[in-house]
């Protein structure tokens, strides 16, 4: 017997549709992380609660990020992928690390500070214990490694505090996860107006989609910002610039990449130009993508039986961990 894989636990969330921010960010390393690791990827579909989606909605919202996590590369024979709210063990393990969370710790999270000031209307328990939803999801597998963005890692830290807390109180039973991604810088890509990144909510049409059809992909390059173009050689380029030779570094080949950055280094740049041909580049890698996700989404059929065969793994895994916790907290009476 080889030696165990480490386990990666990640959630996606089921609201809005992916962008070219989430494949480069989250997706790609996903697709690599399936090979090397015991990985659980799951739809947030509880976590997505605390804002009271339209209930007509949630089961279409569902279907699509599955269907765009597969179509970008996912494969279901290799990671166990499913939906939060098929594994009730989840919010078993939830109920029990809540008696371990205390209310002072919640209150300072700074995201939920934010939450409360977006909307000081909706301050439900479910936004106060997103933190401990968020450790039972990992640590119902007992996982290792999280690959989360910079905005989570604090809530990976209360992660680690609260397996320490049951760890130290019953007896040894999770490890502390930790945050991970491959050693490269994340790649960050900013919106193509120059204001922030891509964003599922914000400015749209600087936000490239990945069911963007052909022509809203060249649209809303061409309509990205740019500007008259250097005026010496070898200048420095702004932050908008940039951005648009990061894209082009995603999607074309590398002599397309050569050409643009020497007309740049020497002043002949033409942006039209190369506008034109990132939209080509950027339409060629997206289009297969958003044709594949199209037709998994229609095959509903196939998708629960993704679900369910996904749910069938994660509920092993997951019952496992939880005969064990109720085990050290004395919770099995026969």
Not at 196 to 211: D, V
Not at 247 to 255: A, E, R
Request: proline share 5%.
């Amino acid at each position: 017997m080889g030696t165990e894989k480490e386990i990666v636990v990640s959630g996606i969330r089921s609201t809005g549709i992916l962008h070219l921010g989430n494949y480069f960010g989250a997706i790609r390393n996903y697709i690599r992380m399936q090979e090397e690791f015991n990985c659980y990827f799951f739809v947030a579909d509880w976590h997505a609660l605390t804002t009271h989606p339209d209930p007509k909605e949630l089961r279409g919202n569902v279907y699509r990020v599955l269907a765009e996590n597969i179509a970008s590369g996912l494969d279901p024979e290799k990671v166990t992928l499913y939906v939060q709210s098929d594994i009730p063990e989840i919010a078993e393990l939830y109920l029990l690390l809540n008696m371990m969370a205390y209310k002072g710790e919640l209150e300072k999270v700074p995201t939920f500070k934010d939450k409360v000031r977006q909307n000081p209307d909706n301050v439900n328990a479910g936004l106060l214990t997103y933190p401990v939803l968020m450790t039972a999801d990992i640590l119902v597998h007992r996982g290792l490694k999280v690959p989360v963005g910079k905005d989570q890692e604090q809530h990976l830290e209360m992660s680690r505090n609260f397996a320490q807390r049951f760890n130290n109180r019953y007896g040894y039973l999770f490890p502390e996860p930790v945050p991970f991604n491959y050693g490269d810088d994340l790649i960050k890509i900013n919106s193509l107006d120059g204001v922030g990144k891509m964003s599922k909510s914000e400015n749209q049409n600087s936000t490239i989609f990945l069911n963007d059809s052909d022509d809203d992909i060249r649209y809303k390059i061409k309509r990205a910002k740019t500007d008259s173009g250097p005026q010496e050689p070898n200048s420095a380029k702004p932050d908008y610039i940039a951005n648009l030779f990061t894209l082009m570094g995603l999607v074309s080949t590398p002599d397309t990449i050569k050409h643009f950055e020497d007309t740049f280094n020497n002043c002949t740049i033409r942006y039209g130009d190369m506008k034109k041909q990132l939209a080509e580049d950027m339409v060629a890698f997206i289009a297969p993508i958003r044709e594949k996700a199209e037709a998994i989404q229609q095959d509903t059929a196939y998708l629960t039986r993704i679900m369910r065969y996904g749910a069938e793994k994660a509920r092993a895994s997951a019952a496992q961990t939880l005969q064990e916790a109720r085990k050290l907290m004395g919770i099995n009476f026969y």
